[in-house]
C-alpha cells in the first residue's frame, strides 16, 4: 500500500507538473508576455500561442508580431528555446541548447525628418538612481553559453519615405544565420554561417568563426551582384550624377579579427570585381568602365602590408569637361561635401604595398576644356604595370608598358595633333628621397600630324623612336648615359609661304647627358646617315600693303646664366637636297657624302668651336666647310670658310634665270668663301672662278637685272676661259640693315655693271694700257694709212683680243663729209697745180700757175681785190702784202672746185679699214674678233684727225 501511495504520489506530482508545464505555463505566459513587452513598446504586440515542454524544457513562441495601424513593425513566425537545465546548474551559467527563430520580419522605415521608426518603439524608461545601477551592474556579469543559433529566412525591409518622390526602399530576404557555441567563456570559439539576398539579385554569404572573449573572429565573406546603384539611391539628395542600374560587384574574401592585445586585421585572397558602370551627370556621359577586376588582395594591419596579385579596369571611357571658369565636372559629384580641417598628427606605420601587376586596356579618355577652347582624346590605351612595391616611402617599378595608343590635341580651332601607336615603355624605375632611377625608358610613336593654323604650319613624323638608358635624378641633377632618337620620316611644311624641311632616317645618338640648375654636359653626339630636304615652293604673289618704317631699337643682349658643355658632334654620311620651285625653273641641287663634325660646345671656356665638314655636290662637286666660332658669341669671334669645287653651274639655271634673265647651258663653279667678324666687323672674301660658262636661252622674270652677260662674260673670262672674280665684303653685324646675301649680291652686281659701262677701264687695267689709247683709232684726214701712233693701239687691241676669246671689237668706221671731202679735194689740186706749174720757165712758177687757174675759174672777184685783202700796215704804218696767205687763199679756193664724188669717200674708209683688218692679222686674233660695223657719215670739229671709234661686245 505504502509502495501504490508513493507511486500514486510521483504519478500524481508528474502529472501536475506535466499539465502546469504543457498547459498551464504557455497559457499564463502568454499574457504575460505580451503585457510585458507592450508595456515597453508604444506599438501593440501579439502572441498567437506559446509553448513549453518542461520535460526537456524546450520553450517557443509562435507568430510574434508587433504593429502599427496594421503596419508590421516587427513579427516572427516562431521562435524556440532548447534549455540544458543540467548543464547550466552543473556549470553554474546559463546553457541553451538550441536558439531558433523562424522567418522573423523587421519593416525599417526612415521619415523625412530623418527619424526612423524603430526610435520610438520602445517607451522611455524611468530614471533610476545610479546607486541601483551600480548595483544591477555589478550583478549582470552573468556567463552564458548557446550551442546553436539558428536565424532561418529572416527578412528586413527598409524605407526611406521622400516628399513628393518614389520612396526608397530596400529589401533583406532569404537570412539564414547559423551560430554555433556563443558564449562569454574565455576561448570559447563560435563559429556562424550566414546567407541572404538582397533585392532581387544580391547575395551575401559569410563562413567563420567568433570568440567573444577575447574577441576574435575570422572566416570568408562572398557577396555576388550587389547593385551599387541601390545603395547609392539611398543618399541621392547629396549626389550629382546618375549610376547604371546593371552594374554590379562581385567580392570575396577571408578575414580575421582579434584584440587579444590591440586590434589586429587580416585580409586574405580578396577578390573584386565591378563591372559595367556607367556614371551620367545632367543625362550626359561621364564615365564608363565595363570592368575592374582586383585580384589576390592580402592586407596585414597593424603590419600596413598589402600585397595585390593584379588590378585590371578594362575598357574606360571618360569625357571629363571644364567649364570656362575652370570648374571640372567632377569636382560637385557630391554636394554640399564639407571637408574636415582638423589634421590627424598621430603618426602611423608606413603601408608596405606589392602590386605584382596593374592593366588600363582598350580605355578611352576625353577632355575638355571650354575655358581655353582644349580637347584632348585618347583612344585604345593599354597601360600595364609590373612589380610595383611601396616600402618606407621608396617606390619600385620593373616595369610600365603603354602600348598603340591614339591621342588627339585640338586647341582653339587654331592648333590640331593627331598621334597614332603611341607606345612607351620603362624599365626598373625606382624613387626614394625625391631620387629617380630609370635603367630604361623607351617612346615611340608611329605617326605624329600637327596643324597650327594660325602660323599655317603643318609638321608630320613617323617612324619616331627615343630610347634613354641609365637615367637617374638625384639631388636635382638629371643624368642619361645614352640617348637614342631615331625618326625615319619628318616633314614641317609652312603653308603660307609654301615652303617644306624634310628629314629622314635620323638616328643620333647622345652620350652621358647631364644637367643641374643652369649646367648641361654632354660627352659626344653621333648623327648617321641622315637626309635633309629642304623645298621652297612656288609662291602667290599677294598685295602687300605699304608699312610705315619702324625704327628697330637695338636691345643690349644680357649674357645668360646657362652654361653648357657639349662634347664633338660627328656627322656620318649626311644627304641633304635644297628644292627651289619659286622660280621660272625649279632648281635642285643634292650634298651627299657629308662627313665631319663639331669640335666641343663649351660656354666656360674661350677656346673657339671648330667645324671640319666635306661633301659631295650633286655628281662631281666638292665642298668642305671649315672654321671657328665662338659660341657664346658669334659676332665676338666667327671665322669660316665655305669651300665648293667643281659645281656644275648649269644646275643654277633657275637662279640665273630669275635674276639675270638667261639659261646656263654649261659651265663649272668653283667658290672660296672665307667670313671673319671679329668685335661685329664682318671681313669677307668671296673668290668666285667660273670656268667655260655658257649661256642659254632667255627666261622671263619680272625680277630680272638687264645685264649684258655676254659682254660681262667675254670682258672677265680669260684666255682658258676662266673669270676669276674676288668681292671682298665688309660691314657690322650689329647693323638692323645688315644682311650678307644682299650685300654679296649688290656686289656682284655693280662689277658686272662697271664692267659692263667702262670695258676700256676694265681692260685697261687688266692689261696696263692707257684706256684712252683703246677707245679710237686716228687717221689724218684723206688718207688710209695707219700712222705709227695708231700702231700701239692696235698693238693692244691685238692682245686683249687675243686673250680675251669670246670678246670683240667693234669698229665704226666714218667719214667727214668736209674735212675728208676738202682732204681729197687738196689732194686732186695739187695734181692740177702741178701740170700747170711746168708751162712756165724762169719765173715764180707757183705763184703764176695758181693766178692763171684762178683766172680761168673767171670768178667774179678779181684778184686785185683778192690782194687788197691781204694788205696790212705794220708798226710804221707801212703796208705789207702777205703774199704766203693770199696763195694759200687761192690754192683753197681752187681746191674746193675739184670734184670728189661720195663713192670717194666711201672708198676712202673702206681703205682704212682693209688695212687695219692686214695689221690685226699680224697679231694672231680668233676669227670674227673684229666687227665692222656700218659706215657712217660724221662731221668733227678736230682740224687735223678723224677718229674711228672702237666699242667692245660680246661674240
Known sequence: MKINRIL?????????????????????????????????????????????????????????????????????????????ALKSIDKKHIHFKILKIVEPYINIIENPDGSFNLEKLLKQAKTQQPKQQEKESSNSDIKFQIFKTVIKNAQIDFTKVKPD?????????????????????????????????????????????????????????????????????????????????????????????????????????????????????????????????????????????????????????????????????????????EQSKEENKEETKHWQVKLKEFNIKNSDLTFNDLKNSLNVSSKDIDLKLEDFKLKDEKITLKNLNLSKVDLSFKQNRQTEIEANDISFDTQNFGFAQKNIKLEKAVFSVNSINIKEKKSSLDIKTKGLRVEAVNNSFVNEKVDIYKLLFKNSFLSMIDRKNNQTVQAKNINLTVDKISQKENELKIAKSLINKPELLIKLGKRIEEKQEEKKEEKVSVKE?????????????????????????????????????????????????????????????????????????????????????????????????????????????????NLDLKYNIKKSNLNAQNSIVISDIKLGKNIESKEAVNLPLELAIA????????????????????????????????????????????????????????????????????????????????????????????????????????????????????????????NYKDTDQYKKALEELYKNEKEDKSLNEIKEGFVSKDKDSKEVFDMDSYLEYLKNTLASKQEVKNEELISLVKERIQNIKEYLKTKDIPKNSLIIEDIKEQASNDKKWIKLKLEVSAK
Open 557 to 669: 643682349n644680357k649674357k645668360s646664366d646657362f652654361k653648357f658643355d657639349i662634347g664633338p658632334v660627328k656627322i656620318n654620311n649626311m644627304k641633304m637636297s635644297f628644292e627651289d620651285k619659286n622660280l621660272p625653273i625649279p632648281f635642285k641641287t643634292n650634298i651627299t657624302e657629308l662627313n665631319g663634325q663639331f669640335s666641343r660646345l663649351n660656354s666656360t671656356t674661350s677656346e673657339p668651336t671648330k667645324l671640319n665638314l666635306e661633301g659631295k655636290v650633286d655628281k662631281y662637286g666638292y665642298t668642305k666647310i671649315t672654321g671657328r666660332v665662338d659660341i657664346n658669341d658669334i659676332k665676338l669671334l666667327t671665322d669660316t670658310n665655305l669651300l665648293f669645287k667643281n659645281i656644275a653651274i648649269k644646275n643654277f639655271t633657275p637662279y640665273s634665270g630669275k635674276f639675270v634673265g638667261r639659261a646656263i647651258d654649261e659651265g663649272k663653279l
Open 165 to 337: 518622390k518614389t520612396p526608397y526602399k530596400i529589401s533583406i530576404h532569404n537570412f539564414n544565420y547559423t551560430f554555433y557555441d556563443m558564449g562569454t567563456f574565455k576561448n570559447a570559439l563560435a563559429s556562424h554561417t550566414l546567407e541572404m539576398k538582397i533585392n532581387k539579385e544580391s547575395t551575401l554569404a559569410i563562413k567563420g568563426g567568433l570568440r567573444l572573449n577575447p574577441f576574435e573572429m575570422y572566416g570568408n565573406v562572398e557577396i555576388e551582384k550587389l547593385k551599387p546603384k541601390e545603395f547609392l539611391d539611398y543618399k541621392e539628395d547629396m549626389l550629382n550624377f546618375d549610376l547604371n542600374k546593371d552594374s554590379f560587384i562581385n567580392l570575396s574574401f577571408g578575414y580575421k579579427v582579434n584584440m587579444i592585445k590591440d586590434l589586429k586585421i587580416e585580409i586574405d585572397h580578396a577578390n573584386l570585381a565591378l563591372n559595367n558602370l556607367n556614371i551620367k551627370k545632367e543625362n550626359k556621359k561621364l564615365l564608363d568602365l565595363k570592368s575592374l577586376n582586383i585580384d589576390d588582395l592580402n592586407l596585414d594591419y597593424p603590419q600596413n602590408i598589402v600585397n595585390i596579385s593584379s588590378i585590371t579596369f578594362n575598357k574606360i571611357s571618360s569625357n571629363i569637361k571644364s567649364d570656362k571658369n575652370g570648374n571640372l565636372n567632377l569636382n560637385d559629384l557630391v554636394k554640399n561635401q
Open 715 to 838: 670682258l672677265l673670262e680669260d684666255s682658258s676661259g676662266v673669270i676669276d672674280i674676288d668681292l671682298p665684303i665688309t660691314g657690322n653685324v650689329d647693323d638692323p640693315q645688315f644682311s650678307i646675301a644682299p650685300i654679296v649680291w649688290k656686289a656682284f652686281v655693280n662689277l658686272i655693271v662697271k664692267a659692263v659701262a667702262s670695258p676700256f677701264t676694265l681692260l685697261g687695267s687688266l692689261f696696263n694700257i692707257d684706256e684712252e689709247k683703246l677707245k679710237a683709232i686716228e687717221f689724218e684726214y684723206g688718207k688710209s694709212n695707219i700712222l705709227a701712233s695708231e700702231k700701239e693701239s692696235l698693238d693692244a687691241i691685238g692682245k686683249i683680243l687675243k686673250e680675251k676669246n669670246r670678246l670683240a671689237i667693234n669698229l665704226q668706221p666714218v667719214y667727214d663729209p668736209n674735212n675728208d671731202k676738202f682732204a681729197l679735194q687738196k689732194s686732186k689740186f695739187e695734181k692740177v697745180l702741178e701740170k700747170q706749174m711746168k
Open 8 to 84: 500514486i504520489t510521483i504519478s500524481s506530482l508528474l502529472l501536475i507538473y506535466t499539465i502546469i508545464g504543457f498547459i498551464a505555463i504557455p497559457k499564463i505566459a502568454k499574457p504575460q508576455i505580451e503585457n510585458i513587452i507592450n508595456e515597453n513598446i508604444t506599438q501593440k504586440a501579439t502572441i498567437e500561442k506559446i509553448h513549453f515542454n518542461p520535460f526537456l524544457f524546450k520553450f517557443s513562441i509562435d507568430n510574434l508580431k508587433i504593429a502599427d495601424k496594421n503596419k508590421t513593425t516587427f513579427s516572427l513566425k516562431s521562435i524556440s528555446i532548447d534549455f540544458s
